[in-house]
């Protein structure tokens, strides 16, 4: 595992150009380096985790009790609105570029990312663009309120005068994606050390490449429908107006159109993480390597062509419903194989549970229910009564929360050693691990049965027999997000004290990035790593 | 080791290269998603998704059987768009025609406010399967109607049911929503 | 479905039905099985895949705790080194695929019955609104029966100032009436945003689009109230516009049919007779309170930018041709409606006069709803 000739803290002293990172807020403001980028990454990925939490609390308030006491209902459908762009945009999909920042340079034995100056600003667009779209909160006209999906005419002719800044910030949005994206692809294809081959790959970098793919397809096409808005709204055009030709359904064609892959791109880095870190505590290499590869390009592609699954109420002729019926189900077979992969690997192996694992663990549990309510909402006629209520809530927060974000956790947890030098306070970790294991079942969990038994989405106020089922999910939400600061803590501590880290951190790990020493680095493989026949 | 195999892909001009076809790559799907806006209109027209009914249809009598032996019931509807003040209803709310037979109905219409207003129609047709089978030769939903303060008008809808209709349609609905569609003509409105 | 499978899965939904029914409706657990054929065939659908789905967490998560417990390190496991096997992951491969078709087979079926609303012998065209549902019973012979459907749960509940009543937000003023064991058409649309209309007992969903007309159809076997909601997001008040059906005897619903078809009639009368300034004030607070509140607020502030106040006003206190133009003809690219088409000339005199002599305004005039039927003819 140490014999691949890597270069470790003697790159300091054969590279001239650089002694080390400058000091104070320049550092962070021109930084090249992807350590440091991905360090931004993460840190405001972490900050829009909690703001966007403390949405969801003030939704999970106002719906603790039946009645109307804390908020408007038009502030309540602001707060629906921010909690979904924020933690969409602002906390998973931003952290899981700062993981592949961090990560797969040092995965695929490379110095830096392709693109190093285009990666700085990709990151600069984002405070930005999340500073004018939580400012309109502060506006008279108040934040969006037309939901994360924003269909027209809601989001067009009837919205607050602040939709021109959201459609800005999602343009922003858009453009640091496909910016990273495109340093992603390149680093991977360009930048692999000689001997790493695609299939020598870390199933992160896979899952990582795919996803990159996704977003260069996907994200000019949300840019295209928040311009069609836009022209829409300021500019005479008729794109979602019946009475120009137009249709308030085209909208909901080009939105999803973006927003299933979008899904996936939120949950393929989610497999990959976990593929990186069962086999490390399982002590057993990941079962079915080429397959995952397989399973997940066929998710990608997959993904392209079941977008009219959350229109079907809208009135699509019955042939269209039925395709995207069963195009919809057959996703549940490539997804099953990797559950069935990461079971495997764990299957005669040698497990132990530190922080990292338990995350992992749980993502497979709990990911793989949200799976299953997933195909019961892929049956379109079952789904005419599961549509737009509480049950796709919980489906949803299933997939993500104790699936992205748990992945994101889990990956934190795995790789904070590597960053930081320190190992990270294993008690205060698994206490984390399980109030949140426990508050999300108690927050989600419920939700299935309040959509069944007929509560609407995106109401901030309901009929008597939801009463009980909500509190429960209220005290659960306040739970689980109190129990998100015991993380930052966790994670501050972890950066500034703890016990020294080794190169390999854990007793099972692979990986080039196990090869350099704890804290990793200001630079590593400035001079590529040779790598042996026969890894993966 | 390092310095021999320093791979083809490495170099920075592949970086450019590779670069720029995702950039492309990126474009070409954000003009995709521009493109879906009339291929949504293309598909929604071969197949009659989506209720929507063709534009003006050209009929010849001499082509054109009438099937004396069957009937549909063609019931009419008039509703307004919240913002829409007139008063827009059919004057007969329902009629019984032979497939291929041309039949006309009237639409009335009055605006009772105090200004000029340019309304535009837009019809629907259910079930969606019949929306392709319904030609209309001349209909007021062509083209916007203007009237001004306290005008009414008597619109014509001129309509034939294609032979080909399947046998098991017997009945459809044609509907019409009235939109206030002024602020994009405010030089007609101005006349 | 093979017989013996109908058999077990009737046993397990009459097990589920026996928890729900035992429990208060509360902490309901399951969907409604419905009272339509449709909605029973939707239910069957849903605990079938649920089902399924519950035989296959069994062995995952079985294998995946088995894996837990006996591989521990802890324990002294020692890994095995087997990384892949070709046939196993054939066979996980195909089996699921199986599963699928086998799932796939039945939910073609319904959703074709679903999908045919041909032979109705009723049709309704069912309006969304912000923030109400319109029913319209299409008939070529006789007065057109048409009103609007309000929330009618008082705003002293929702504030919390009095105790919820049994059926807080999901009743309403005037009900949609259909007869029982008829196979009702509904032709959904909406004057505004996209609305959705759902009745959960009857598995009925379908969007209500601005400029396109949707259809769904019911035939309800059983008498009753049937309560639903809007499902799709449409504003402030999206979650206060409940949906209420009351399914009756055909004979009932034919005299209430003709009732209504009078009522029509009789509004011509209401119109014609003279009106107090207190009538119309009271009246026009009924009317206010049902229509106008939402925006304009309980107090007339409104919530500004979007929704102005009407205290203090220039249109609620200046000239009342104007306060009368908005009213009717409202005010284009705003969400102001053009109540003209909606409310009847009683109403809008009645709330005019309200609005002009309340909510902190006091003119002192009023408008009759003669003055209102002259204003739309002229």
Known sequence: MNNLGTADGHDMHHDDSHHGPSKGISRWLYTTNHKDIGSLYLWFSLAMFLLGGTFALVIRLELFQPGLQFVEPNFFNQMTTMHGLVMVFGAVMPAFVGLANWMIPMMIGAPDMALPRMNNWSFWILPFAFTMLASTLLMEAGAPNFGWTFYAPLSTTYAPETVTFFIFAIHMMGASSIMGSINIIATIQNLRAPGMTYMKMPLFVWTWLITAYLLLAVMPVLAGVVTMMLFDIHFGTSFFNASGGGDPVLFQHVFWFFGHPEVYIMILPAFGIVSEIIPTFSRKRLFGYDSMVYATSSIAFLSFIVWAHHMFTVGMPLAGELFFMYSTMIIAVPTGVKVFNWISTMFKGSISFEVPMLFAISFVVLFTFGGFTGLMLAIAPADFQYHDTYFVVAHFHYVLVPGAVFSIMAAVYYWLPKWTGNMYDETLGKLHFWLSFVGINILFFPQHFLGLAGMPRRIPDYALQFADFNMVSSIGAFLFGFSQLLFVFVVIKCVRVGKKATDEVWDGSHGLEWTVPSPAPYHTFTTPPSIPEGSH | MSEQVKQESQTPQNNSRLVLKLLLGAVGMFGFGFALVPLYDVFCDITGLNGKTGGRYSYEAVEVEVDEERLVTVQFRAMNNANMSWQFEPVESQVQVHPGELTEVMFYARNPSSSTIVGQAVPSVSPFRAADYLHKTECFCFSQQTLMAGEDINMPLLFFIDQDIPEDVTKLTLSYTLFDVTANFQQAASL | ?378
């Not at chain 3, 086998?102 to 999908?115: C, E, H, W």
């Not at chain 3, 012998?121 to 609104?129: C, F, K, N, P, S």
């Not at chain 3, 003023?173 to 007869?179: A, M």
């Not at chain 3, 409606?337 to 009847?344: E, H, K, M, V, Y």
Request: with cysteine.
């Open chain 3, 1 to 378: 479905m093979q017989p013996k499978n109908k058999i077990l899965l009737g046993l397990l939904s009459s097990a589920l039905m026996l928890i729900s029914a035992h429990a208060s409706a509360a902490w309901t657990l399951n969907m409604p099985v419905g009272v339509t054929d449709i909605s029973r065939e939707t239910y069957d659908l849903h605990m079938l895949i649920t089902i399924i789905c519950a035989f296959i967490a069994v062995v995952v998560y079985g294998v995946l705790i088995w894996s837990l417990v006996k591989y521990r390190k802890s324990k002294g496991a020692k890994s095995a080194s087997f990384h892949e096997n070709t046939t196993i992951e054939i066979v996980w491969t195909v089996i699921p695929i199986v599963i699928l078709i086998s799932m796939a087979i039945p939910s073609t079926g319904v959703l074709r019955q679903i999908y045919d609303a041909s032979e109705s012998e009723l049709d309704v065209m069912i309006t969304g609104y912000q923030w109400r549902w319109q029913y319209s019973y299409l008939d070529d012979e006789g007065e057109e029966v048409s009103y609007f459907s309000n929330l009618s749960t008082p705003n002293d509940q929702i504030a919390g100032l009095d105790e919820k009543n049994e059926n807080y937000l999901l009743e309403v003023d005037e009900p949609l009436v259909i007869p029982v064991n008829t196979k009702v058409r509904f032709l959904l649309t909406s004057a505004d945003v996209i609305h959705s209309w759902w009745v959960p007992q009857f598995a009925v969903k379908k969007d209500a689009i601005p400029g396109f007309v949707n259809e769904s159809w019911v035939i309800a076997e059983e008498t009753g109230t049937f309560r639903g909601q809007c499902t799709e997001l449409c504003g402030q008040a999206h979650g206060f516009m409940p949906v209420v059906v009351e399914v009756v005897e055909q004979a009932e619903f034919d005299a209430w049919y003709a009732e209504r078809q009078q009522a029509a009639a009789a509004i011509a009368e209401l119109t014609s007779q003279d009106w107090s300034m207190e009538q119309l004030v009271a009246q026009g607070e009924t009317v206010y309170r049902t229509y106008c509140m939402a925006c304009h607020q309980q107090n007339g502030q409104g919530l500004p930018p979007a929704f102005p106040a009407l205290t203090g006003s220039e249109i609620a206190i200046g000239p009342i041709e104007n306060h009368v133009d908005v009213v009717l003809n409202g005010v284009a690219g705003t969400a102001m409606a053009a109540f003209g088409t909606q409310l009847n000339p009683v109403d809008i005199a009645a709330v005019i006069t309200y609005e002009r002599n309340a909510l902190g305004n006091s003119v002192g005039d009023l408008i009759t709803p003669l003055e209102i039927l002259q204003a739309q003819a002229e």
